[in-house]
């Protein structure tokens, strides 16, 4: 039921936070070369005109997307064509997945060399956040490279997109390299005047995936986790 919940909600905030234009981290530590013959999968994805520049110069991109109202709109958006096939909606080496990530499996997605988050792990509240953990062990192997940003504000919301200081995301990657590459702060993000925040950084880095967690510290984090949200 929680699941239901959150992506009801999700769903509804999928238009405050989508932006116009590809995420300057991305041009940034992207690049193209940088994307050369590789898998990049984006969890969440939206709607993103990320994926339209990760499909330009990657050899495969892979995202999933609950909302199928969401993914026709991409495609309408970006005038792509595609073709469905089952759970698919497959533009050239863009493939999106129109199912719950929860359920998405190593085989259905394949080997994955990049995964892209910018607006996962922050729209998760706590609890289905030690869940999308364990579903990114599941789907990643030792070496996957990881591009993750994140929010950090304060008065915290309720509500997504949430604020993740960089203390906890070396919490919730225990066994990533992790190189914090950017932090400034944003005193013009449409959150600020939308909620009279005292201050908003966005957080971007870059990691890779040394080896397997293993079951004994993915279940301490859950319990850490279920405490600290009660």
Same mark, same amino acid.
């Given at each position: *039921? /929680?699941?239901?919940?959150?992506?009801?909600? !999700? /769903?509804?905030?999928?238009?405050?936070?989508?932006?116009?234009?590809?995420?300057?981290?991305?041009?940034?530590?992207? +690049?193209?070369?940088?994307? *050369?013959?590789? +898998?990049?999968?984006?969890?969440?994805?939206?709607?993103?005109? #990320?994926?339209?520049?990760?499909?330009?110069?990657? #050899?495969?991109?892979?995202?999933?997307?609950?909302?199928?109202?969401?993914?026709?709109?991409?495609?309408?958006?970006?005038?792509?064509?595609?073709?469905?096939?089952?759970? !698919?909606?497959?533009?050239?080496? $863009?493939?999106?997945?129109?199912?719950?990530?929860?359920?998405?499996?190593?085989?259905?997605?394949?080997?994955? #060399?990049?995964?892209?988050?910018?607006?996962? $792990?922050?729209? $998760?509240?706590?609890?289905? !956040?030690?869940?999308?953990?364990?579903? *990114?062990?599941?789907?990643?192997?030792?070496?996957?490279?990881?591009?993750?940003?994140?929010?950090?504000?304060?008065?915290?919301?309720?509500?997504?997109?949430?604020?993740?200081?960089?203390?906890?995301?070396?919490?919730?990657?225990?066994?990533?390299?992790?190189?914090?590459?950017?932090?400034?702060?944003?005193?013009?993000?449409?959150?600020?005047?939308?909620?009279?925040?005292?201050? $908003?950084?966005?957080?971007?880095?870059?990691? !890779?995936?040394?080896?397997?967690?293993?079951?004994?510290?993915?279940?301490?984090?859950?319990?850490?986790?279920?405490?600290?949200?009660?």
């Amino acid at each position: *039921m /929680e699941k239901q919940v959150w992506a009801a909600s !999700r /769903e509804a905030s999928n238009a405050r936070f989508h932006r116009q234009d590809v995420h300057p981290y991305v041009l940034k530590h992207l +690049t193209p070369f940088a994307l *050369m013959e590789k +898998t990049v999968f984006v969890p969440l994805c939206g709607r993103s005109l #990320d994926l339209v520049y990760f499909s330009q110069f990657a #050899d495969r991109v892979v995202g999933v997307e609950q909302a199928e109202r969401v993914i026709l709109q991409f495609f309408a958006d970006n005038q792509l064509a595609y073709e469905k096939v089952g759970e !698919r909606y497959i533009s050239n080496n $863009l493939t999106i997945f129109c199912k719950d990530l929860f359920a998405l499996t190593p085989e259905e997605v394949g080997e994955i #060399d990049l995964v892209y988050d910018r607006a996962s $792990l922050v729209a $998760l509240p706590l609890p289905l !956040r030690v869940g999308y953990l364990q579903k *990114m062990e599941e789907l990643t192997s030792p070496g996957t490279q990881y591009f993750l940003t994140t929010l950090e504000y304060a008065p915290e919301m309720d509500s997504a997109p949430y604020s993740i200081a960089p203390d906890e995301v070396y919490g919730y990657f225990p066994n990533y390299l992790i190189e914090h590459v950017e932090s400034p702060e944003v005193p013009h993000h449409r959150l600020v005047r939308k909620l009279g925040l005292h201050y $908003l950084k966005e957080h971007g880095f870059s990691m !890779r995936k040394l080896h397997e967690a293993t079951f004994a510290s993915l279940v301490e984090l859950s319990h850490r986790s279920f405490y600290e949200f009660s």
